[in-house]
Nanobody
Framework: QVQLVESGGGLVQPGGSLRLSCAAS????????MTWHRQAPGKERDLVAF????????NYADSVKGRFTISRDNAKNTVYLQMNSLKPEDTAVYYC?????????WGQGTQVTVSS
């Protein structure tokens, strides 16, 4: 059974940091590229960050470049999103996603709220 379980979300003040985790099981994690997406109320789900299976290549949305870092530990079947210098506009539900060709799996999401 495939599972992606996100954790680490919460309420943080502007300028603060959070580290999201996504624990994967039920598939060969190391061959899948992993992404983080986010969806704010009333908006579409947008790509935030991407990392290849071996972790050798990453890419980021312009809005988070220099503030967010995606990483993975294939020994732990886990992908991370380190979020620094958070802004109110980063408020959203954050989803992790596994991609291999046309196969995609999604987690259930974790809420991140940036507010004073």
């Amino acid at each position: 059974q495939v599972q992606l379980v996100e954790s680490g979300g919460g309420l943080v003040q502007p300028g603060g940091s959070l580290r999201l985790s996504c624990a994967a099981s039920g598939f060969t994690f190391s061959i899948y590229s992993m992404t983080w997406h986010r969806q704010a109320p009333g908006k579409e789900r947008d790509l935030v960050a991407f990392i290849t299976g071996a972790g050798g290549s990453t890419n980021y949305a312009d809005s988070v470049k220099g503030r967010f870092t995606i990483s993975r530990d294939n020994a732990k079947n886990t992908v991370y999103l380190q979020m620094n210098s958070l802004k109110p506009e980063d408020t959203a539900v954050y989803y992790c996603n596994a991609v291999f060709g046309s196969t995609k799996f999604w987690g259930q999401g974790t809420q991140v709220t940036v507010s004073s």
